[in-house]
């Protein structure tokens, strides 16, 4: 029967509430309790036409997964739904602190809205320092997360130094866990810095857009090599990681952001991250924000573009996961920790609603408060839609219940988003209102013509496919673990960096 005879009909009463959609010759579907499940042709035609083989495998599968109407064991359900949901009810963990606005790099996509000059009006000062930090402690989180962003944040070294003292001691008097975390290009780290950093257990990100022409052509740096840089200091780091459990704290990692210059070369690059002994990577389109938008003609690509080459990266990363070379792509761990584990693994992107002002506050170096990055760097061009206050005069409360945080809230509920409301990828998606309103002038967003949703779209797809094949199932299995915290090294809400 066509699916449009069967969506004329009544829905036997047997079903429950689910969503669905057409995977190459077969059919998804998915509940808000997070579970799949994926039928034939003829079982999907069974179960929705009324007249459903109840001795096949597949009803036995849909009964335990909360797709039977009467069969619902709701204590069970309601609690994973809680689990997904967790950060409803905790507060904003994720803190950034831009500490400064100037940069040595000159990259041909950045979105914070960084500067090249020499003066240091647009760094943080000592006092807003420590104020940013008494800010985050007023979150009611049982756990936070502090990350130092810029431009670059070692050019402005004694805030970084204050802060990560400041938060050390407040963190033990206030007796609730604190992760630190530094976003750098790591041009301007030493000995000294680094042995700072690791005594502190401040754990290290940067960016590496793969081999040394690639990375460099992306990203120029007036000292020299930026790609020698990163490379040097990720190594002095990964040697001086602490051999004791007990010490330990999350490795260096990077973030490859992807330009039309990376289009062919998804391998090389991959290749090159498995070269510098780093177990994972980050692949991230490209934000319509700053200099990527002024310069898209150049380092831009279509939807389509960017997931041939995605589909080839993640290719190669389990072509070495085959041969023995640990290698993750965060970015599917993360929707497969929500996938096959029913975990929020703390992106705050991917959650509905979305983290602004309740997964996440950003803090510009003059201690105006935001309801996120993506909203800091909107600033940084002009537009303070998404400024709700400063650190120096807003209450904690009055800035988490601004009228900018509750739109968010509103327009980022994927139940009241025309498309996204009975999309088969609503439990595992998010929209950002930032994003949306910088692509499509508007918070809510127009998920139709949206490149952000038919890219998270295609790679939903793509993952849903690579699992049919047993060998990837069980690599996608141990991704899904460690992203959702099961694993050795559990990123949590740093994946957001």
């Not at 009463?13 to 042709?41: I, K, M, Q």
């Not at 070692?154 to 130094?161: I, R, S, T, V």
């Not at 070495?320 to 992107?349: Q, W």
């Amino acid at each position: 029967m066509p699916l449009t005879d069967l969506l004329r009909t009544p829905l036997p009463d047997y079903v429950g509430p689910c969503y669905f959609r057409r995977l190459g010759e077969d059919w998804l579907l998915t509940n808000d309790w997070g579970r799949h499940a994926r039928l034939s042709p003829e079982a999907f035609a069974g179960f929705f036409g009324g007249a459903p083989d109840r001795g096949a495998p597949w009803w036995a599968d849909l009964r335990e997964k909360g797709f039977l109407r009467d069969h619902l064991d709701f204590p069970a359900l309601a609690s994973r739904f809680a689990r997904a949901n967790s950060f409803l009810w905790s507060g904003p963990r994720l803190h950034i602190a831009v500490l400064t606005s100037r940069c040595n790099h000159a990259c041909a996509y950045c979105q914070a809205g960084s500067s090249l000059g020499a003066g240091a009006g647009g760094d943080m000062s000592l006092d807003t320092a420590r104020r940013v930090v008494e800010f985050a402690f007023a979150s009611p989180a049982p756990e936070l997360t502090l990350e130092f962003q810029g431009g670059e944040p070692l050019l402005n070294w004694d805030a970084l130094e204050v802060m990560v003292r400041f938060g050390r001691e407040f963190s033990k008097t206030a007796g609730r866990p604190l992760r630190l975390a530094l976003v750098s290009n790591l041009s301007l780290l030493d000995d000294a810095r680094l042995a700072f950093l690791m005594e502190h257990k401040v754990s290290l990100c940067t960016s590496l857009d793969g081999p040394a022409d690639l990375h460099d052509r992306n990203r120029p740096y007036s000292g020299g090599s930026s790609h020698a840089a990163v490379e040097r200091w990720l190594k002095a780091a990964a040697e001086r990681y602490p051999d004791s459990p007990a010490k330990r704290h999350p490795q260096p990692n990077a973030l490859l952001t992807v330009t039309r210059a990376s289009l062919e070369r998804a391998e090389d690059i991959v290749d090159e991250y498995a070269r510098l002994g780093l177990t994972s990577l980050f692949s991230r389109p490209l934000t319509p924000i700053g200099a990527a938008r002024r310069s898209w003609k150049a380092v831009g690509y279509t939807v389509d573009e960017y997931l041939a080459f995605y589909r080839r990266l993640l290719e190669r990363v389990l072509e070495l996961n085959r041969r023995g070379v640990p290698m993750r792509e965060r970015g599917a761990g993360i929707l497969l920790a929500k996938i096959l584990r029913g975990a929020d693994p703390g992106f705050t992107d991917l959650r509905s609603p979305c983290g602004a002002a309740v997964g996440q506050l950003a803090y510009n170096h003059d201690g105006d408060v935001y309801t996120c990055d993506e909203g800091r760097m909107l600033a940084e061009e002009g537009d303070r839609l998404f400024r709700l206050g400063n650190v120096h005069e807003t209450p904690y409360v009055e800035a988490v219940r601004h009228p900018t945080a509750k739109a968010c809230q509103v327009a980022s509920h994927l139940e009241d988003q025309p498309l996204c409301s009975k999309c088969a990828y609503r439990p595992f998606c998010g929209v950002c209102p930032a994003i949306n309103y910088a692509a499509q002038d508007t918070v809510w967003g127009r998920m139709g013509t949206s490149d952000r949703c038919a890219v998270y779209q295609g790679v939903f797809d793509h993952l849903f496919e690579r699992l049919r094949e047993p060998e990837t199932a069980k690599v996608f299995e141990a991704w899904a673990d460690m992203s959702a915290g099961c694993g050795p090294d559990c990123a949590d809400a740093l994946e957001a960096g």
